[in-house]
Every structure is written in C-alpha cells, then in structure tokens.
C-alpha cells in the first residue's frame, strides 16, 4: 500500500482486515518495523478516537509521532493553485506538504467537509492536494468525503461479530440538528460494497447519498422495514446531498430504539462516535449487550496498525 | 494502587514519599517496567507543571504518552446521565471514557470545579465518570475538589527540608481577586492530617475550608499568630466554601511579606504555583533562600513517578 | 556550545555547519547521545516548520521532546520584574523557566518581537530571561530579533548549492500588507558577515535593518542593482526598523518574479517560509528549478539536529 485515501488504494481488503485482527493478538510483533520512522499528524478538524488511536498505532509499531493542529499550532493554509495570497491564509498547501513530507515518512490529514459547496468537497481538494505534494505516502484521517480507517474498523468489527457468513448490515440516517457530512456514511457504503453482505441504507426522502457510494446497495426510506432481520445497524447522521449540505428534517422517529431493535434479528448496534445520546440512539439501547460502539472504537487502534503497517513495508 | 483519585487511594504514603525520593536519586531504574504502557493526559483546564512533570514522569518509566485537550483537539463532553444530547455537548463521557480507556493502560484527567454549584462541584463528577467507565486506573490531575499529585510533592519537600522531627505547617490563605478553587488547599489539608506534623489553617472569616478536609487541622482566622514558631508557610489562595465560590476580601495584608516571614522559626515558603507576585507573596519572600517553590514544583515529577510506577506494578 | 540564543553562541560555523551536512547523511548516528535526554518546546506564537524540524531532531538524537503552548496549554507569562501581578499574566517567567528547567535538560523557547516598542523588542526579554532563570541550556526558536536556527540552515544550503567559492548574496525586501518582524532578515545578515560571501541587501528607503545586524553588507535601494549577477536571492519581508513596525509601503515593483531572476547569474531563490504566493514571489519563480525553498526547509532538521547535539555534547 503506498497511499490510504480511498478503499481504491486497498489492494487486498481481506487480507488488511486479517492485519487488523493479527494487531489486536500480538500488539507489538512488529515494532522493529517502524522504528525511526515518523509520521506527521495533520489536523484541520478536531478529533478524539482518530487522534489517539493512530498515534498509539503508529507507537505501537515503533513509529515516532509528530502532531499539527493547522490553524491553531500554526496557521491556515492556501489550498488553491494560481491565487494572489493575499488573505488570511499565511501559507500554500504547496510547500506545507512538500516541508512535512520532507520531516516525515508518511503523513496522515484530517480535513473535514465545509459542506458549503459540493462539487468542492467532492473534489477532495485538501488530501489530493497533500497527495500531491507531500512525496511520501497520505493517509486519510476522514476527508471531505471519506473516512476509510474508520470502515476498516468497522469491517473488522463485523468480521468479529457476524453469526451468518453473509450478515444482512443496514446504514441508518439518525436525526441530528446540525449539518454533518456524508463522509463515513459514504464511506462505509463504499466499502460495504466490497464485502460479502446484503447491504441495505435506510434514509428520509432527499437524503440518498452520493450515487458513486451508494453503489449496488439498496436504498429504501422505511427505517422499519429495513431493521427487518438486520444483523447489523450502523447508525448516522448525515446532511442532504441532493440539496447539499442542509438539514431537511429532524424527525425524532428516526431515533434507534430498543423497540427499533427488536424488528431486527438480534441485530447489534454500530455508531462511529461521537454520538448524542436520546437524540440519535436512546440510552437503552447503546447500555445494551447489543452495542458494539466501544468495541467498535476500540478496533480503530486495529485498523490503523494495519494501515501504517502496510504502508511501512511498502516504503 | 488501582486508582490515584483521593487519599484514599493510597495504601501506604510513608512509601509513597520514599518511591518519589528514589525516583529522585535513580529517574530510570524502572524504566522497563512502563514499556509499551500508554498513559492517556486528557485536559479539560490548562496546565504546566503537571502536564509537563507527568509526562516527563511517564517517559522516566519507559511509557508513552498520548495527550488530548478537550474542547481544543476535541470537543465538550457530556457528564449528565440519561440527558437529551441537544446542547452544545458532543459526546457522552460514558463513550469517551471508555474509548480512551481502549487505548491507554491508565488515564490521568484534569477537571477544575465550576464554582458555580457546590454540590455538583464537590461530587467531583468528571472524575468519578471516567472512574465509572474508563475501564482502567484514573489518576487525578487536579480536579474540583482535590491535587493529590502536588499533595504528594508536598509531603515529599517537606519531608526533605524539615529539621525537626513533628514540624509545624501553616496553610495560609493568600489574597487574590480572582476566584480560585479550593482544590490544592482542601487536599494540602486532607494529606497534613495523615502526617505527623503540628498543621494549622489561617484563613480570614468566611474562608473556612469543607470541614471533611480539615479534619483535625487548626483553624485560626489571624495570620500572624499561624505564622509564630512556624516550620513551613504554605500559600494559597482560595474562594470561600462558605459563600460558594465568591472572593469576600482581597485584604493585602494576607500577603505574604519578610516581616511576616521573621514570625516563623526560620520557617520556609512554600507555594504550588502559578503564584502571583507582590500580590499573594512579596519578591523579597520568593526570592529568598527561604522559598522552596521550585524544589516544590521540581518535586512533581517524582510524585508523579511514584504514583504511575505504583499503578504499572499493579496493572 | 551551551546556549544557542544568537550568533555569538557558536564557536565554530564551520564545524556546525559540517556537523549538520554529517547529520543529513546519518540522522542516527548519534542516537545515543539523547536517550533520557529530554528537550521542552515553549511556544508563545504559532509554529509549523520549527516545531516540526526541532522535534524530528530531537528523535533523531534520541531524546524525548515536551512541546508547551504557552497562553494555550498553560497560561500568559509575566517578564517584567518587581511588577505587582494584578493583570492577566497568572505566572512569572522567574518561576515557570525555573520550573520547565528542572523537567527538563534545554528548553526551545518561540517568541516573536510585539512590533510595538523597539526597545523591549531588541533587548530580547523573553528569551533573556529564560536564559537567566532555566539553569539550563536555552535554544531559540526565534526570538523578536533573532532567527538563528533559520540562519544555520540557510548557511547550510547555500554551502550545498553554491557553484563559486564566494557567492554573491543578496537579501532582499518584499512587499507584505502585514508588519512583520525583522528576525529572520536581521539573522540571515548577522550569519552572512560571517560567512566568505559578497553581502548585499536591497530594500526600500525606510527599510534598513538596524546597523548592529547590517554589519559589513552593502546596503542598496535598487533592486535590480541588487539582483545583478547574484547567486542566492533570499526574499524575506520584514517591517521599519527606523519607524519601527509599520507598513511603508506595499511597493508590488519588488515582488521576485522570473524577469527579476534573469538579473542574476542563474540565481537560486530562498525564503524561510511560509510565503504568499503571487504577492511576495510568483507561482512561476517558487515552481521553477532555481526555488530552492523546500530544500532550505528540509535543512531546519539538520540545522536543529546539528546544535541539540552540540549543546547534548556539552551537558
């Protein structure tokens, strides 16, 4: 693996969640692996899960970490090509990626949505742009539009918990009262798409996500009918993408609850967090034997171990 | 030890003293027995010394750190149980301290009180909470109602510089026109009681600390007759618990001077820092061979080491 | 070495300057020389490239790195001497340097010039008084008149690319909308009176640099006089000494572009970074062959990495 920025770069999807598993078993087998390497930590947006748990991957295979907080350790940066710098923004992506690249082995960015603009956020501005210039491999740590070490965690967790080979895994819309991004819903379709499940996304009318992302899942807007025999819920919320970017409706019988979870077959209960509580999910039902959210965070730790390990010995 | 959050904690503090003087004589004697342990720093309020002095007690032992502001690299967290998540609040501390304890083999946590409510403030909740779920040892790095990582570099300095066997110790209060929360006095207290030293509170009227930390100290509401014989002068400030979180005086002659000093026997200064200047105690004080705050201050990073290689022997 | 605060700190340029050539050749060479050595990082202002380089060198050598923000992760820090502490600075830089040098073996202090009084500025308080109080070696990550670990940077990179053994080179003003401090242009010419190299600088009329830092250096107001036949461009902004911090003009004329570039002999263009495109140099000269800002910028990890061993080699 050289880059890790979309399931694209994935050359072996069983395989990298078989490393994930093999992480989890025996933690620090390949420490040697990453010793004098470094990787940079690029923040635009906050983070608790991604933030601790790439850096104790990445300590764990022996890695030194260094961490930026742009905008805060230092200074916004310029992500288009041609413009007069004449602004708030103090330096171009140009040489800020070139310069970490040239500090670092691989570096890792977290640049969010501004959900302002669609055909922006869709274009991946800030992780091509760093893909661009860096000279050493990126790794998404959730862009604009994806958030694939969160899918492979997720993928992990499945593997782990699944009781049939071909789990029926449903994506459900929860109701939120500010705009998020599509990432890891996104996200987890895309790779969804590429596991043996039968995958469906439940949402409200005018909340189907991207076409490209929702692939060959079927898409109905009935949450109850879609729990029918689920054996996964992966529960989010999501801002429109056909009228992007906004907050059609905050219909509170979109909310998990356990009366909810009893249309499905055992199902377990899956959210990335963070996640409010009695908004989205009810206390009920994430106190539960059913919820796999924190062995779900827990897996994040697995899933970028699998990822710097890859990428390491492809240096 | 399992946990570091109070007093209570602690087994056996004569030990406890003498581990922190060993860790002084000897910083890297333990340092395999922290390998490929992770101690997890989450700060809700700022800090020096006790974010550098753990840290650097953690490396001492081999361990790696990963630290976490929140609500700068993250975001609020929620500590209510069985609340609607609609505010300002993104996560649920039963989520975040569970995943944090996922990562980490031992979780250390800031939290001033509000000084808003009383009873909230002294239920010490965002400790307990991570106590609750964090799944791992907690260790207290300030919280609402207690330091017990300075009171311990206090017991330590004091135990180096006394020169008579059942010193006397005066906690003083000190004038400020900020409200400060009791926390560094009422634990200076809590662990003066369960030493062998003639220990006296003076504080002005309507200071009075929560009568559970002041046990069987002293309390005298004239500085100078604290101060006569005195071994070691120990100065705070603090907001009343009477009039919660008010500052009723900000009466300057509670500052702490050379005249005041010659009321003691040859007695020594001591202070937790940040101290301010010619507000709380004269340059002239501070700057005399009399003040121990450095030793005191430097004395933190061998409490801290006592207390994390007493909670890895224990994991 | 044991500080490394200005110029006058090194004792021998030549051998600094070898030693960081020797440091990119085999970063870790010397990784022994660092273990349990720690270094603080003290930032009272944002920083991208030396916070990243300092801390890459410091792994390198082994060491363990502790990066405080001031006024961020901690708390403003009062200079001034004898003052009453009423205001907003909770801490003396008497008991936080004094503190911070007993965690650790050199303490990294960033702290720029306020550009509101000459005077203060250029007599270097912050760094100063660290000096004074750390008791230990303090390095400066630039100061409000100094930029040295830029300077030996630049002076390693112009040794890597220069075709004749005494280059010609030129300093030159650019044209910003914000007032910027004079450090790293008052640096660089400090650094290059030292080095065997035809000196010029070239900035408007109101721009010279203070007659301590100008030294030796032909000082012109013409440009392109300045440009003929140059080696080495170094474009820099900084605001009026003699009007101290203000905004003279905004001149676009001295903008570097590539018809300014062919007044040289093939001239290779420099600049410490970060720098607006299009207002202070071109796309079309930053993108070109003759940029050499990148390769500068990878120099600060062997220019750090050259004086932590240095001062490591004098503990």
Chains 1, 2, 3 share one sequence.
């Not at 070139?98 to 670092?104: I, L, P, Q, S």
């Not at 996964?232 to 609850?257: A, P, R």
Request: negative net charge; aromatic residues 8%.
């Amino acid at each position: 693996m050289t880059h890790f920025v979309t399931y694209d770069d994935v050359t072996d999807l069983n395989a990298l969640i078989q490393e994930g598993l093999n992480a989890k078993q025996n933690p620090f087998a390949d420490q040697a692996l990453g010793r004098n390497k470094t990787i940079g930590l690029i923040f635009f947006n906050s983070s608790l899960r991604t933030r601790m748990s790439t850096q104790k991957a990445a300590q764990n295979l022996g890695m030194n970490v260094i961490t930026m907080n742009v905008g805060q350790d230092s200074w916004g940066l310029e992500m288009e090509e041609g413009v007069i710098m004449n602004g708030d923004k103090a330096e171009h992506v140009k040489e800020a990626a070139a310069v970490v690249g040239k500090y670092c082995d691989m570096v890792a960015v977290r640049a969010f949505a501004g959900l302002k603009n669609r055909e922006q956020d869709y274009q991946e501005v800030v992780l091509n742009q760093f893909r661009k210039y860096a000279g050493v491999p990126v790794i998404n740590l959730e862009s604009a539009t994806r958030h694939p070490l969160q899918s492979l965690a997720d993928c992990i967790t499945i593997e782990e918990f699944k009781v049939r080979s071909r789990p029926k895994v449903v994506l459900t819309w929860l109701p939120h009262f500010k705009p998020l991004p599509q990432a890891v819903a996104n996200s987890f379709s895309e790779w969804m798409n590429h596991r043996d499940v039968e995958f469906v996304i439940a949402n409200p009318d005018g909340y189907d996500l991207a076409p490209e992302f929702v692939g060959k899942a079927r898409v109905v807007h009935n949450q109850d009918e879609a729990f029918e025999g689920a054996d996964f819920i992966y529960g989010k919320n999501w801002s429109s993408y056909e009228q992007y970017g906004q907050v059609l409706t905050q219909d509170s019988s979109w909310m998990v609850t356990m009366d909810k979870m009893r249309l499905t077959d055992n199902g377990k209960f899956m959210h990335c967090l963070p996640v409010r509580r009695n908004m989205k999910v009810t206390d009920e039902v994430l106190d539960s034997p059913q919820s796999l959210v924190i062995e779900q965070a827990a897996n994040r730790e697995w899933s970028a171990q699998a990822v710097l390990k890859g990428v390491l010995q492809n240096l």
